[in-house]
């Protein structure tokens, strides 16, 4: 871990470096536009400030987009609908009830599939071609659609959140209640177990560690979903919606600070799932 | 009442089809047939829970309906199909290979790069990249450029942290081997290496398949010309039009399993000696 630091800040430090650069970069036609107009001349000096300090810059600085965060997250209050912590908030609840519902739909999918011979025969091609739909294109007619039957708000998001994050549920399930080798499941079988018992005593344990791994994919996945699935939903409310709104408008330090507040999201959910792995892996006596 | 009458039976006379079927030993004509009856059980279900309890067009279009549209407008959902499929996914589908592709030997080549880019990496790789779009949309216009770049951002990191594990599935004796041999670094990659490294690229090309799709239909939702698949589902939900909608999700269906589907085949072919394609 210590020897990575150093590798992992110089990458990270070469980004914000080129990131700087490029912005200088993409925003100097405008400057020297401006200038133009207003009939000066500028020096190397007064471009390089310029771009970094534009209002509507094609790619605003990291300063630009630090400033407006931190505007809109601790200098604002939580209820204005101007708080990227409000709209964080909206995103996060449809987030975390599809990533419920999708491991909830994905585990039952599972279990069926490793018990039921037909189960798995019939349904598990579909649950893969399922994946080749590409439902986030389809994001918007569910809203709709669910919108005129009178279903609004948190669910239909957390639906097209549940469905992109079933899948990966499904597939490390299916692997993990099947990892018990014969000699385990033999042994279950002397001991006279149940189907019941080999279930809860071998092979949900033994699927834990797969489980997890399928978790923090599918809880990236389920923060694309609900993104996505505040798109169409007029702008209202969620980092999605800050997105669109951005790109309506031209705002895009709007735009880079709710991207960004959007990975702080991810990465904070999957990182507390991990903690969460190492704790439950480490009691059942399975950490590495 | 009728219909639903209808649709339950059917869907008991195909379950019980496939349990029968599902009995007996495994063989190609049953993994064939019977997840296509289950499909067809499905779309019948469908068709007859619109029919029997008389749901409106607008809300969920028949079976029926969609095929009938689909025939009726090929020439729309053709030149969509080639607006976003052609010149949007498949230039950026290629120019995000080749970029990881480089990016992982050079990463593998340094060290001190892959100890710093691929914590990065896998971290980036977890990201709602597709909040991008609309920054790529505002960079490179409406056109299919900007959409080749939502998809080249999207297939990025995924591709270059499995070819990353790939490169190093090879391991020491065989390296070791290669030495003794006397082949420079150039030698091993393609002699050894990179074929070892093949059934990891496959799976990162198999993931970046449907991700390419979606990015390049999502990114049309934030700017497009008049043309492309996600132009056509945006305005058409405005329109209420929903069979139009579903024609072309059966084409995004349709092309995302082949392209997923075409993989995989390449994928049998070239790897045949892994143990994961044998039966």
């Known amino acids: ?288 | 009442m009728m219909w639903l009458i209808a649709g339950a039976m059917v869907w008991a006379l195909g379950w019980f089809v496939n349990v029968r079927l599902a009995a007996l030993p495994k063989s190609r004509a049953t993994s064939l047939l019977v997840p296509v009856i289950f499909g067809l059980t499905l779309v019948f279900i469908w068709e007859s829970v619109v029919r029997g309890l008389e749901i409106q067009q607008v809300l969920l279009p028949a079976p029926s309906v969609i095929a009938a549209r689909f025939m009726a407008s090929t020439s729309i959902l053709w030149q969509d199909w080639v607006q976003t499929v052609v010149k949007g996914m498949m230039s950026g589908y290629i120019i995000g290979c080749i970029a990881a592709f480089g990016m992982a030997l050079a990463v593998d080549r340094f060290p001190f790069l892959q100890r710093g880019l691929l914590p990065v990496g896998n971290f980036a790789a977890a990201l709602p990249v597709i909040g991008m779009a609309p920054i790529l949309v505002m960079w490179f216009g409406f056109d299919w450029q900007s959409k080749a770049a939502v998809v080249v951002v999207m297939i990025f990191f995924p591709i270059l942290v499995n070819t990353v594990q790939g490169l190093q599935a090879s391991d020491t004796m065989q390296r070791d081997l290669m030495r003794t041999y006397a082949a420079g670094y150039w030698k091993t990659l393609f002699k050894l290496r990179l074929p070892a490294a093949m059934p990891f690229i496959f799976n990162g090309l198999k993931i970046a398949t449907t991700l390419a799709l979606i990015g390049a239909i999502v990114a049309e939702f934030f700017g497009s010309p008049i043309r492309g698949m996600g132009f056509r589902i945006s305005t058409s939900v405005g329109q209420l039009a929903l069979d139009l909608v579903w024609a072309e999700i059966v084409v995004a269906a349709i092309t995302g399993s082949a392209f997923y589907g075409g993989m995989a085949l390449l994928e049998r072919k070239w790897t045949f000696w892994h143990p994961s394609q044998r039966n």
Do not use: C
């Not at chain 1, 599939?113 to 071609?129: A, E, K, L, Q």
């Open chain 1, 1 to 288: 871990m210590r020897q990575s630091l150093i590798p992992v800040l110089t990458v990270v430090v070469a980004i914000i470096a080129l990131w700087y650069a490029a912005a200088v970069w993409l925003n100097a036609p405008w400057a020297y536009d401006k200038a133009q107009r207003a009939g000066v001349e500028l020096s190397l000096n007064e471009v390089v400030a310029d771009t970094w300090s534009q209002k509507k810059p094609k790619l605003p600085a990291p300063h630009q987009v630090t400033r407006e965060i931190w505007k809109t997250t601790v200098e604002k209050k939580v209820t204005s609908k101007r708080s990227l912590i409000y709209h964080s908030w909206v995103t996060l609840s449809a987030t975390l009830l599809g990533f419920a519902l999708g491991t909830a739909l994905g585990i039952s999918l599972a279990v069926g599939i490793v018990y039921n011979r037909t189960m798995d025969m019939s349904v598990m091609p579909w649950v893969i071609t399922s994946q080749t739909i590409p439902i986030l294109a389809v994001a918007p007619m569910i809203i709709v659609v669910l919108n005129a039957v009178g279903i609004q708000g948190l669910l239909p998001k957390a639906i097209i959140s549940m469905y992109l994050s079933f899948f990966p549920v499904v597939v490390g399930m299916v692997k993990g209640l099947r990892s018990p080798d014969h000699m385990q499941l033999d042994q279950m079988r002397t001991w006279h177990a149940s189907a019941a018992q080999t279930f809860w005593r071998l092979r949900l344990p033994s699927s834990m560690p797969y489980l997890f791994t399928s978790l923090k994919i599918a809880m990236a996945a389920a923060i694309v979903g609900a993104i996505v699935g505040e798109l169409p939903t007029g702008a209202v409310a969620g980092l999605g919606a800050r997105l669109l709104a951005g790109s309506y408008y031209g705002q895009t330090i709007q735009i880079w600070s709710a991207l960004l507040m959007a990975a702080a999201l991810a990465a904070t959910l999957v990182a507390l799932i991990g903690l969460f792995q190492r704790i439950v892996l480490k009691r059942m006596g399975m950490a590495q």
